[in-house]
């Protein structure tokens, strides 16, 4: 009994390590006092944009950190962690989990994450939430490069009608 349960938690922290090495990016994520209901629509919210969220123990989530080279005292993982991964781009999955962490402000917080293979802070992370996705930064972009145009073409079109 007891080789099945080293065993289970050897796989778990090899498919944590996999997450790690895999994802974008990912975000340790405090929750606590959270009913089922809440957690199955944020569940179901996040797998909608192809993000994972897995609950580990904290040791087996520390091995994890310590397989690929990090330092996990940097990052507190106190309290009850699930972590957060995948997504369509780097910024993706922490924007969705601050979405959920501002519906469910005394349940849930990040905590910190991995990006761009570095651990990082709360503070951190937190930066990373609020970085617009990769559609709005290309319209915003748009809206820049058009905005003289735009300009330009207003005051033509006052100098014609000067003119008549």
């Known amino acids: 009994m007891a080789d099945n349960t080293k065993q289970k938690k050897i796989e778990t922290v090899s498919k944590l390590t996999d997450a ?47 397989n690929l080279g990090h330092a996990h005292k940097e990052v507190p993982l106190e309290g009850e962690i699930a972590i957060a991964h995948g997504g369509t781009d780097a910024t993706a ?48 972009l748009a809206q820049v490069l058009n905005s003289p145009r735009q300009r330009f073409v207003v005051a033509l079109s006052k100098v014609a009608e ?3």
């Open 20 to 66: 790690f090495k895999k994802a974008s990016s990912v975000v340790f994520v405090h929750f606590k006092g959270m009913n089922v209901a809440d957690e199955s629509a944020m569940r179901y919210g996040l797998r909608a944009e192809g993000i994972l969220y897995t609950i580990a123990k904290k040791t087996l989530l520390r091995r994890a950190l310590e």
């Open 93 to 140: 999955v922490a924007r969705a989990v601050y979405g959920f962490a501002k519906k469910f402000t005394d349940k849930l917080a990040i905590v910190g994450g991995i990006f761009e293979g570095r651990l990082i802070g709360q503070a951190k992370m937190q930066e990373i939430a609020l970085i617009p996705s990769l559609q709005i930064l290309r319209g915003m």
């Open 162 to 164: 000067k003119k008549n």
